[in-house]
Every structure is written in C-alpha cells, then in structure tokens.
C-alpha cells in the first residue's frame, strides 16, 4: 500500500485565494482525519470522518475553512478565502476501527503559504 | 512584533544510553494514550500505545508508563540510535477516534 497520500505538496498562494487540498486515505480505511500543524500551535485536529460522514468538525477554525469526503478514497480541505495565518503544514490521517485503537497513519503533508 | 511559537522542550542524549520522555496529560477521563515520533518533513509516525487499564506496555526497544495518579505518561527508549532523533508527541484520546496531541519534545541523538 503507498499509505495515506496528500497533494499539493507545496502550495504557495495569495492573500484572498481558494486553497484546495487533497487526501486519499489508505484503502479500507473508514476514519479520516485533518490536521493543522503551526509553530504557534503545534499539531491540531480541524475535523475527522467515520464512513464518510463528519462527526466532529469542532477545531475548522472558522467559515472559511470546509472539508469533503464524496467517497471512501477521497477527501478535500477547502480554504476560501485564504489568508497569511492559514500559512501551515496540514496532514491527513487515515485509520481502521479494527486496527490498534488510536493508530493513525499520517501522510507526508501539504506545506501551505499564504503571502 | 513577531510572533513566539511554541518552544519545544528539547532533551539530548548520547548515543547508547536511555532516553524518557515524558508528557502531562489533561482528561482524567482518556480511555487510551498513544506516543508518535515525527521526522523532520514526515508526519507523526505511530510509535506505541497504552489503555488507560493498565500502567506499562513494552514494545520493540519502547516502553510505555502511564501514571494515572499524576496524569502522567513517559515513553522510555533503550539503547537510543541517531535514528531516534525527532520530535515525540504524546496523544489522549476517549470513546471513540478522536484524538488530541500535546505540544511535542524534540530528541537529540548525539553521536
């Protein structure tokens, strides 16, 4: 399996700009999770799915911030619009409820800048 | 100004000898607690994890204490390798998948 894999890997935009970024989890994988990493505020958890569904979407910092899993393989974070404090490293994590409770497969990450 | 970001506490050890690493944790009500050890440009990697029923668990060169009295939990690395240099999170989670990190202890290895 090539594990949980995020693109862009890098993405620098502009103040005011749609951000969109892309998660598709490890096959057979039924929980998702997003996550903001920041100096400031190290690693945060912004929402997590179960079979597709959001069930806890408490830490999307605000409205601008929106989050999709059409289906089992795919997932988005959407930004719009984008502003310099959004500049982070955002993960996405797959896991299994059969698997060890709390193992969290993490993938490499996109590396966002908002100038 | 500029902003201060987090300031990671920072242990350094010689390559050989034993490394703890130790976390405070918050919820007294955390049903499982879980170490991640994440390299510079990866993500957190799964390292060990422990129910919240028992007070230590042993893996591959990783021991795990859990001190529910203090809230405290340790990760314990025998013979540390250049290898293990990273930042060490340790994570609570209840009920369900949810699960919160803490703020991270970065581990030099020296040669």
């Known amino acids: 399996d090539a594990g949980v894999i995020q693109s862009p890997r890098h993405e620098v935009t502009e103040m005011g700009q749609e951000v969109t970024l892309r998660c598709k989890p490890i096959s057979g994988h039924d929980y998702l999770f997003w996550y903001r990493q920041t100096m400031m505020r190290g690693l945060e958890l912004l929402i997590y799915?179960?079979?597709?569904?959001?069930?806890?979407d408490s830490g999307m910092p605000e409205d601008r911030f929106s989050a999709k899993m059409p289906n089992a393989s795919f997932s988005t974070l959407k930004i719009q619009p984008s502003e310099p404090r959004d500049s982070a490293v955002y993960f996405c994590?797959?896991?299994?409820?059969?698997?060890?409770?709390?193992?969290?497969?993490f993938g490499p990450g996109t590396r966002l800048t908002v100038l | 100004g500029e902003s201060v970001g987090l300031h990671l506490p920072t242990l350094s050890v010689q390559e050989g000898d034993n490394s703890i690493i130790n976390c405070a944790y918050s919820?007294?009500?955390?049903?499982?607690f879980i170490w991640y050890k994440q390299e510079s440009g990866k993500g957190p990697q799964f390292i060990i994890d422990?129910?919240?029923?028992?007070d230590k668990r042993q893996g591959q060169r990783v021991t795990v204490l859990l001190n529910k009295t203090v809230k405290h939990l340790s990760l314990q690395i025998a013979a540390t390798q250049p290898g293990d240099s990273a930042v060490y999170f340790c994570a609570e989670g209840t009920g369900g998948f949810k699960t919160i990190f803490g703020a991270g202890t970065r581990l030099f290895v020296k040669a």
């Open positions: 799915f179960n079979n597709n569904v959001p069930i806890d």
């Open positions: 994590a797959s896991s299994a409820s059969a698997g060890r409770l709390g193992e969290q497969f």
């Open positions: 422990i129910r919240s029923n028992m």
């Open positions: 919820n007294s009500a955390s049903d499982y």
